[in-house]
Nanobody, 127 residues
Framework: DVQLQASGGGLVQAGGSLRLSCATS????????MAWFRQGPGKEREGISC????????YYADSVKGRFTISRDNAKNTVYLEMNSLKPEDTAIYYC????????????????????WGQGTLVTVSS
């Protein structure tokens, strides 16, 4: 059974940091590109970051570039998102997703049809 379990969300003050984790099982993790999406109240889903299967290339949307860092540990079948300098506009449910992808991480990856999605974890940033 395929599972993607996001965790690490919570309430944090503006300027603070959080580290999200997405532990996966039930598929060959090393064959999949991984990505993080988010959806805030009243907003459409936004792709914010992705990473290649080996972790050697990454992509970030302008909204998070310079503040967030994506990484993966293929031995643990887990992808991470380190979030720094958080702003109230970062408040959203954060989702991890997986898709078969053998190229470099780029914006195009975020617009593909993802094979698997997690349930998400809520991040709330207060002023």
């Amino acid at each position: 059974d395929v599972q993607l379990q996001a965790s690490g969300g919570g309430l944090v003050q503006a300027g603070g940091s959080l580290r999200l984790s997405c532990a996966t099982s039930g598929f060959t993790f090393g064959d999949y590109g991984m990505a993080w999406f988010r959806q805030g109240p009243g907003k459409e889903r936004e792709g914010i970051s992705c990473i290649s299967i080996g972790g050697t290339s990454t992509y970030y949307a302008d909204s998070v570039k310079g503040r967030f860092t994506i990484s993966r540990d293929n031995a643990k079948n887990t992808v991470y998102l380190e979030m720094n300098s958080l702003k109230p506009e970062d408040t959203a449910i954060y989702y991890c997703a997986a898709v078969i992808w053998f190229g470099r991480a780029r914006e195009e990856l975020l617009h593909t049809k993802f094979d698997y999605w997690g349930q998400g974890t809520l991040v709330t940033v207060s002023s």
